[in-house]
């Protein structure tokens, strides 16, 4: 039977592209060709999804029933494949980071603007429920302006990622460590709600994770629009828990991630009031985040993670990077 919908090329068909293969296909409004230079992972796509595979991502793009890419590649390589991909006239969604440093970026955004056609960044977590709700609460201004964020996260590592010692994570310059890994997600969260962040101030070492000598513990503190942000974060605490707390002079609103919930307590009050809003499974998120990139390929506004925002959320990891090695604060 033909493919519904539009056709999406997969370009790297790791852990992460085989998730945006399967939550496409879910969407039921697209199809999948699957891009891959491993014979074994593209016979594993072939055998699970039944859909078509191809090795070479250029000769792709010349076909015209492809009308979106999702870049799922090293990070080093998502900007020249981004470039390309636009050029050829095809929509694109990339993975998150953007890039490892900012080679190529101005091509990138003159293609996009010559292009005409929709660029996201795979930002995921603009899809969690509990934080659109709370974004929509904060953004509203009913308490006025956020002044002060705190954001709490750690898991396990190895328990989720068993392999992060053959993958890019081990190494800097292909996106690896906690900073590029996991903090960028949280430095994203929080430009897409309170704003760009003007300044971070970031120490990261290695401390406990076995076989590498990436940072795996973060203690950051950044400027974003008036407001003062901490993060903390490692990758091998028992408790797999992320929280983000937003001040503002009128009240507090607090996101709980694994407990799939957002709360808000105003100024003189003393208990949460709490609205559950539960993900069915990770993949959830994924299919949200795929229905609304072919919204954005429609011309339909959408949540996902824009190229200006994952360009900021780059100069953030990169700025962190920086503070962390000089251990000075980094203006952006």
């Known amino acids: 039977m033909p493919s519904p919908g539009p056709l999406i090329l997969v370009i790297g068909c790791g852990s992460i592209g085989e998730r945006h293969a399967r939550t496409f296909l879910a969407t039921g409004r697209a199809g999948v060709i699957a891009c891959d230079n491993r014979p074994a992972i593209l016979e594993a796509m072939t055998a699970n999804y039944k859909v078509e595979t191809v090795t070479e991502w250029k000769s792709a793009l010349k076909n015209p029933a492809i009308t979106g890419v999702v870049i799922a590649t090293p990070a080093p390589l998502h900007v020249d494949i981004a470039t390309r991909c636009l050029d050829a006239g095809k929509h694109v969604l990339i993975e998150k980071p953007l890039a490892v440093d900012l080679t190529g970026t101005d091509r990138l955004m003159a293609a996009h603007a010559r292009s005409g056609r929709f660029v996201g960044i795979g930002y995921v977590l603009h899809f969690v429920p509990a934080l659109q709700a709370a974004r929509e609460f904060l953004r509203s201004g009913k308490w006025g302006a956020v002044k002060h964020v705190a954001v709490n996260t750690g898991q396990h590592f190895p328990f989720f990622r068993p392999a992060y010692r053959e993958i ?93 919930r957002w709360g808000r307590m105003a100024l003189g009050e003393t208990e949460w009031t709490w609205q559950a809003l539960p993900l069915a499974d990770r993949d959830r998120m994924y299919v949200a985040q795929a229905h609304a990139f072919l919204d954005g390929c429609e011309g339909v506004a959408n949540a996902l993670c824009t190229l200006d925002e994952g360009l900021q959320t780059l100069r953030f990891n990169l700025a962190a990077l920086r503070s962390c090695d000089t251990a000075l604060p980094v203006s952006l």
């Open 168 to 260: 890019y994570y081990r190494d800097r310059a292909q996106g690896g460590g906690a900073i590029q890994d996991a903090l960028t997600h949280m430095a994203n969260v929080v430009e897409w709600i309170v704003g760009p962040t003007s300044r971070v101030f970031c120490d990261a070492q290695h401390q406990v994770l076995e076989g590498v000598t990436v940072e795996d513990t973060v203690n950051a503190s950044a400027r974003n629009a008036g407001a003062l942000v901490n993060y903390t974060l490692n990758q091998f605490q028992a408790l797999n828990e992320t929280r983000w707390d937003f001040h503002t002079e009128k009240g507090s609103v607090r996101v709980e991630l694994n407990a799939h």
